[in-house]
């Protein structure tokens, strides 16, 4: 799997956008880009994932670059519990090997 | 619970015994994993399995066994032999094939004293 860079951490003001970056320069054309965020002491939860196109749910929206070599994820309204670990996570789809990697992810902390 | 079950939330254990965490999952998924999280890291896959038993090592499996003896149940056991044992130990469940996210349990946080 490719692997990806975050910055360790980011402030965010609640009610404003959370923009999060993540860097996947080697990532192969098969390979989506999955997002998950961590709750202190809680499970990761999944919020979207993307492979070419931009990708909204109710959560968030992924923006992802043409060369695929980066993406965004975006909160749009932030509030004080989307403060979290956000994990970006590159990964074939297909095949019976689905094993995830995650890394250390950005601490985003949003302020009232 | 998303569908996944882990059992206990806390669990303390003396050092040099075995325990066993429960991992059950109700939405009929192929695929079952364990991750190991130790404070301010990543996770770092332990076990998982694919179809009932069978199952294969992580990153990490050292001081470990599975079992996967029905689609619902990845137990997860450590041993004596694992030598930092303490940590926050994570059960997910996914589809086999597809693009599809994990779902993880809520964890549960063994001490070892």
């Known amino acids: 799997d490719a692997k990806t860079t975050q910055p360790p951490s980011m402030d965010c003001a609640e009610g404003r956008a959370a923009n999060l970056p993540c860097n996947h320069s080697?990532?192969?054309?098969?390979?989506?880009v999955y997002w998950y965020r961590q709750i202190h002491s809680q499970g990761p939860q999944y919020i979207i994932h993307g492979l070419k196109n931009n990708e909204t749910n109710e959560m968030a929206s992924l923006i992802i670059t043409e060369d695929r070599k980066s993406s965004t994820l975006i909160l749009p309204h932030a509030t004080l519990r989307d403060t979290a670990v956000y994990y970006c996570i590159v990964h074939i789809s297909s095949g019976s090997a689905r094993q995830l990697t995650f890394g250390s992810g950005t601490q985003l902390t949003v302020l009232p | 619970d998303g569908g996944i079950t882990q059992s206990p939330k806390y669990l303390f254990r003396k050092e040099g015994q075995n325990v066993t965490l429960s991992c059950e999952q109700n939405l009929n998924h192929d695929a079952m994993y364990w991750y190991r999280q130790d404070p301010g890291q990543g996770l770092r896959l332990i076990y998982y399995?694919?179809?009932?038993?069978?199952?294969q090592k992580g990153d990490i499996a050292e001081g470990y066994s599975v079992s996967r003896e029905k689609k619902e149940s990845f137990p997860l056991t450590v041993t004596s032999a694992q030598k930092n044992p303490t940590a926050f130990y994570l059960c997910?469940?996914?589809?086999?094939?597809?693009?599809?996210?994990?779902?993880f349990g809520s964890g549960t946080r063994l001490t070892v004293v």
């Open positions: 399995s694919q179809i009932v038993n069978d199952f």
């Open positions: 080697t990532i192969s054309g098969n390979e989506y």
């Open positions: 997910a469940r996914s589809p086999r094939r597809g693009p599809y996210g994990y779902t």
